[in-house]
């Protein structure tokens, strides 16, 4: 006789995993072996071994479930692109709920110092993200700008430093705006609605920073650090969270993995005072053709970019059809001999380059091509040009670039074009030729799609948010490197 059992509930296998939300901190009822070997990092550990030799040892270290208690609510962003591909469906249940913000004061007239409205517009759109500062930004002037935007809402602004305590402070007085320094140990008998401190002065309880609608992280690397994580991962923390990236600093693999963890994928620009960055969108257009001759990298260059026929042939058809299309095309080249052997294919285009080249290094039909397109140049919807000629174009005149030349970097386009007025989001195509037709110029193609992603110029659509193409790429990234 056998045994009666209890039916065994098979829909408890499909239903979605419950990712609770407690502030800055998310964390899943339970992992999937698959889950836990995707949304892992990982980071280098040194012992000493018995002959007093050193052993460098990779130890591999969840972001969803860390060994010690770190904020990863950026993750939030991941789960349903893995429940996308195939992976668990999530289901979410938030403890404690980030604070809502009104709609940011109306600037014009009121506030003559705010110079960037999307930054008030960024925080007021997402509860997390990084604000990305060209080296010309004033973070403090950011943050005051933040504070006019939002007056009834309270302030947290964290650092590492006590000298740059100082100096925000001192910002936000020239700009007209109070605010309480905290960097003793004694607690203050109250807290203004803008307090400013290092992390563990954000532990007296007059701050009430569980209460607090905004936090500012004056430098992002500090956000990942281990004396950020006690003020980050309260378990009542209601404020939206944000940090300030200025400069071009480089992040290892496992701080990169940190920050994302913490702040998510979303991204605002402010590449000089006053400017947002353009929106960019990649496209990319293989060629394949027999090996080009030269042993040198110039030589290489030389045959298989500026005089390749059938690649020239390629750029110039992209150019038509793109103006066919109503586009406004510019073509851009790293030389002029590159742009003359253009010119040949598209003889009716104008030139635009600096007026004291030196031409006599061209052939002579060259050179005088060169001259007679340079005098048809006066405003229109084709351009092929250099890099210095394209700084004197008006930004905005084009919205379509292809980049016809080579190299590892980016190309040299000028940081006029890049960026647009605050408020007035541009956007610009660019055109690059995925290069195969010689090891060292496949290389230089995939190290400028990788410099692409580092900005957040992917592939995609307009309507396709950046912040979701560096969630993507992120993913695939800890694929690649956890498989």
Known sequence: ???????????????????????????????????????????????????RTVRVEPVFESLLRPPFPRANRG????????????????????????????????????????????????????????????????????????????????????????????????????????????????????????????????????????????????????????????????????????????????????????????????????????FEAVDINMQWTPFFVARPNGRTAMEIKRHGIWRCEPRNRIIARLATRAREQHHRVVILTETLEHAARLARKLPDWPICFERDCDLSGLAGQDAMRLQAARSRWIMGTELITTAAGLATIRPGVFNLLIWAGSGPGLPPIPASHLASLSGTRGQLTIVDIRDRHHPLLRRWSRSRED????????ERPFNISSAICRANNFLERLQGRNS
């Open 75 to 274: 993750l939030l962003q991941l789960l349903p692109l893995i429940a996308g591909r195939g992976g668990p469906s999530f289901r979410q249940l938030t403890s404690v709920s980030t604070r809502s913000l009104p709609p940011p004061e109306r600037f014009a007239g009121n506030f003559p110092q705010i110079l960037s409205p999307h930054v008030a517009e960024f925080v007021h759109e997402h509860p997390l993200g990084l604000i990305q500062c060209g080296p010309s930004v004033s973070r403090s002037h950011l943050i005051g700008e933040i504070a006019l935007a939002f007056p009834s809402q309270s302030l947290a602004v964290m650092t590492a430093s006590r000298a740059d305590v100082g100096s925000i402070q001192q910002d936000l007085r020239r700009m007209g705006i109070r605010s309480q320094r905290l960097v003793t140990a004694r607690e203050p008998d109250r807290a203004e609605r803008i307090v400013i401190g290092t992390f563990s002065s954000m532990a007296h309880a007059e701050v009430e920073l569980e209460k607090r609608d905004i936090l500012i992280i004056f430098n992002a690397r500090d956000a990942i650090s281990n004396r950020a994580q006690g003020p980050l991962t309260a378990p009542d923390l209601r404020g939206r969270l944000y940090a300030f990236q200025q400069g071009d600093g480089k992040f290892s693999p496992l701080e990169e993995d940190r920050l994302a963890a913490t702040f998510g994928f979303q991204r605002v620009d402010v590449p000089a005072p006053g």
């Open 451 to 458: 410099a692409y992603a580092r900005l957040g110029w992917f």
């Open 1 to 51: 006789m056998s045994e009666d059992r209890p039916d065994r509930d098979d829909s408890a296998e499909l239903r979605p995993h419950v990712a609770e939300i407690c502030g800055q901190v998310v964390s899943v009822d339970h992992l999937d072996t698959s889950l836990d070997q995707i949304l892992r990092t990982r980071r280098l550990t040194v012992s000493e071994r018995l002959d």
